[in-house]
């Protein structure tokens, strides 16, 4: 991974002129790199998600309790349509613990293999689920696995795995 990833993700953490981070495999497949870095909407965000690449980003999610309270979670999605070819499915998985561990600080973790997945209400309401105990998540950080497309790690066949 370059160290511009890891820049990136404290810029996002510091600043308000950037809300998320997107970050991609190399041509190679061997090195993840910074892809996108930036203010977008949460619509903008879904529309920049490639439907056949993988995909990872780091999102500055805003929303507001049922009390009214602002909330803000810093979010890691690791992006796997099932359209990405088999080679890339691989190199996405075997970069995602290496990512989560040097990326400390984001609260919660999704994994999302469609668009459905990263809806603003699907996220939001990730945002509150108990976080179960990982030890490849960072610490202080929740992990959220999502109910559909469950993959288990590593799997054989090349799926991106939880």
Not at 37 to 53: I, R, V
Request: glycine residues 4%.
């Amino acid at each position: 991974m370059e160290d511009s990833c890891i820049e990136a993700f404290h810029e996002l953490k510091s600043k308000r002129h950037v809300n998320a981070v997107i970050y991609r495999l190399s041509n190679n497949l061997e090195t993840v790199i910074p892809d996108f870095k930036g203010n977008l909407t949460h619509d903008e965000l879904l529309q920049a998600l490639p439907a056949a690449e993988t995909r990872f980003v780091v999102y500055d999610l805003v929303f507001a309790t049922t009390d009214g309270t602002r909330k803000e979670k810093i979010v890691l999605i690791s992006w796997c349509p099932e359209a990405t070819e088999i080679e890339q499915r691989i190199a996405h998985s075997t970069s995602r613990n290496t990512l989560r561990n040097l990326l400390d600080g984001f609260q919660v973790y999704v994994q999302a293999t469609d668009l459905s997945d990263l809806e603003y209400e699907e996220l939001v309401s990730r945002t509150s689920w108990p976080s179960p105990s990982s030890s490849a998540a960072p610490q202080n950080s929740s992990t959220v696995t999502p109910t559909r497309h469950a993959r288990g790690a590593n799997t054989p066949d090349g799926r991106c795995g939880v």
